[in-house]
């Protein structure tokens, strides 16, 4: 008998110690609200930072980014056609993207969903191999000027940097 109710209550604190770790925020349903639009959206986002500059598409690339940044940055035009002479080739290959990311709930809705996805061994048929990392806000309730990229970084092999914007201007919370 002392041994079934050993065995009740060893099963019994498992039980709840595996039910009270699960945390699942409430979520809205909205489009602009569900983590995995979110980060759908994160990844269409990198495939096209690649796309345009593959592409020396700059009218585009320069869509992509916040409206704080464009309309308080001047040099944007300058940086992305540096960026574009910068970045030489169509891409070969690549290595897994690696995302990290920020967000902040509030009653179980996001307020603030940043990203700063990054890629290394993009190799393309010009012989380089790049690096690439960006900087982006997808929600941010309080700031929605900030929603779109700040700043996309271009490493080469040499480790030559080629930046386009200001991730500080942005975010200047982090300076």
């Given at each position: 008998?002392a041994?079934?109710?050993f ?5 019994s604190?498992i039980v709840?110690n595996f039910s009270s ?5 409430s979520?809205d349903?909205s489009d602009e609200?569900?983590v995995?639009?979110v980060?759908?959206q994160m990844?269409n986002?990198f495939k096209?930072i ?8 700059s ?11 464009l ?8 940086d992305?056609e540096?960026?574009m002479v910068?970045f030489?080739g169509?891409i070969?290959?690549y290595?897994?993207?690696?995302y990290?990311d920020d967000d ?7 307020v603030l ?6 890629i290394k061994?993009?190799?393309t048929?010009?012989d380089?191999?790049?690096?690439i990392?960006?900087y982006?806000h997808?929600?941010?309730v309080?700031n929605?000027d ?14 030559n940097?080629?930046?386009i ?9 982090y300076?």
């Amino acid at each position: 008998m002392a041994k079934k109710i050993f065995i009740i209550m060893v099963l019994s604190i498992i039980v709840l110690n595996f039910s009270s770790c699960i945390f699942i925020p409430s979520i809205d349903n909205s489009d602009e609200q569900n983590v995995f639009t979110v980060k759908a959206q994160m990844k269409n986002d990198f495939k096209e930072i690649i796309r345009c500059l593959e592409e020396k598409d700059s009218n585009a690339l320069k869509s992509m980014f916040c409206e704080k940044l464009l309309d308080n940055y001047e040099n944007i035009d300058e940086d992305i056609e540096q960026a574009m002479v910068f970045f030489q080739g169509n891409i070969t290959s690549y290595g897994n993207v690696l995302y990290g990311d920020d967000d902040s709930l509030r009653n179980g809705e996001y307020v603030l969903f940043k990203v700063s996805p990054h890629i290394k061994e993009l190799k393309t048929d010009a012989d380089k191999e790049y690096r690439i990392r960006y900087y982006q806000h997808l929600i941010n309730v309080e700031n929605p000027d900030r929603i779109g990229v700040s700043c996309i970084e271009i490493t080469d092999e040499a480790d030559n940097v080629c930046e386009i914007g200001d991730f500080y201007l942005v975010n200047p919370e982090y300076k």
